[in-house]
């Protein structure tokens, strides 16, 4: 698959002036530990994992953030010179609300709604429980996930933290008043669609205010299937392509210390 991550991390290069060298690696599965170690080993300074190692990455690495042991992966892995380890971190939850302050979507006291119960759920509910949304609800094709993500999530706080944002199933909250001024944010995490129109069954409580913002994107028409089903409902439509940006450029800045630019335009990403 054509990956933007190594064209972004070549604009960022070009900005801050620090020479690296980002480049795509297909590895499988049963090679994946070896990879990494030898990819250290030989000097690198840090990984992005994508699907599917980021639950299987961690098994690679000496330490792991809070977050990563919160939300069970990691995206971005990090060689710690100084004690010679390798930390596995995650950037896809503020990378994600990172995109969201860019375009001036806010999530304080707004209801929520999640679609989707897998590890792109899994991995920016915590970024968006410290936003101190009112409420928090997930929908899932195959409903025996979202209580276990629900436990999950309201349970694995570090002592710390204040009180976590309500977390709930949608469907048992049907009649709470929440939901009768219906839903600020819909965030699609699946890829429903990507085999034919997006489709979904039951009322997400949307109205022409809400905002829609897809987790993946489209380098073919700019259009999502999903977002092309939210149009009709809403004119406030996002694919995620600010949200890897932004993760990019958090993981960029863990690596060599210098937080990049991010407001490089779609011309830039797509100029080979």
């Given at each position: 698959m054509?990956?933007?991550s190594?064209?972004?991390?070549d604009?960022f290069a ?8 980002y480049q795509?690696y297909?590895v499988?599965s049963?090679?994946l530990d070896?990879?990494i170690?030898?990819?250290f080993n ?6 992005n994992?994508?699907?599917?190692h ?5 098994k690679?690495?000496?330490?792991k ?8 992966a990691?995206n971005?892995?990090i060689h710690?010179?100084?004690s010679?380890k390798?930390?596995a971190?995650?950037?896809d939850?503020?990378?994600f609300v990172?995109?969201l302050h860019c375009k001036?979507?806010k999530?304080v ?6 679609l ?11 970024a968006?429980q410290n936003?101190?949304?009112a409420?928090?609800f997930?929908?899932?094709r ?7 993500m629900i436990?999950?999530f309201?349970s694995?706080?570090d ?10 199933d949608?469907k048992s ?5 929440h939901?009768?001024k219906?839903m600020?944010l819909?965030i699609?995490?699946t890829?429903a ?7 979904w069954d039951g ?5 022409e ?7 993946s994107?489209?380098?073919a028409?700019g259009?999502t299937?999903f ?16 949200m890897?940006?932004n993760q990019?450029?958090?993981s960029?800045?863990m690596?060599t210390?210098?937080?990049p630019?991010t407001?490089?335009t779609a ?6």
């Amino acid at each position: 698959m054509h990956s933007l991550s190594p064209k972004i991390h070549d604009l960022f290069a070009q900005q801050t002036g620090i020479k690296i060298d980002y480049q795509p690696y297909q590895v499988s599965s049963d090679a994946l530990d070896i990879f990494i170690r030898d990819f250290f080993n030989d000097g690198g300074d840090g990984l992005n994992i994508t699907l599917p190692h980021k639950i299987a990455c961690i098994k690679s690495a000496d330490d792991k953030s809070s977050l990563v042991r919160k939300i069970g992966a990691a995206n971005i892995l990090i060689h710690n010179k100084d004690s010679n380890k390798i930390i596995a971190d995650s950037t896809d939850g503020n990378g994600f609300v990172e995109d969201l302050h860019c375009k001036s979507i806010k999530l304080v006291q707004t209801n929520v709604l999640i679609l989707g119960a897998g590890g792109a759920a899994q991995s920016i509910i915590p970024a968006i429980q410290n936003e101190e949304p009112a409420n928090i609800f997930i929908d899932n094709r195959s409903p025996g996930k979202i209580q276990p993500m629900i436990e999950r999530f309201l349970s694995s706080g570090d002592n710390n933290e204040g009180p976590l944002s309500p977390l709930s199933d949608l469907k048992s909250f049907s009649g709470n008043h929440h939901i009768k001024k219906g839903m600020q944010l819909v965030i699609n995490t699946t890829s429903a669609g990507f085999d034919g129109p997006f489709q979904w069954d039951g009322d997400l409580y949307t109205n022409e205010k809400t905002v829609f913002y897809d987790l993946s994107y489209s380098n073919a028409n700019g259009i999502t299937p999903f977002l092309q089903w939210a149009s009709q409902y809403s004119d406030q439509c996002y694919d995620g392509i600010g949200m890897l940006i932004n993760q990019a450029a958090l993981s960029f800045e863990m690596w060599t210390g210098t937080k990049p630019d991010t407001k490089i335009t779609a011309a830039e990403m797509l100029n080979e």
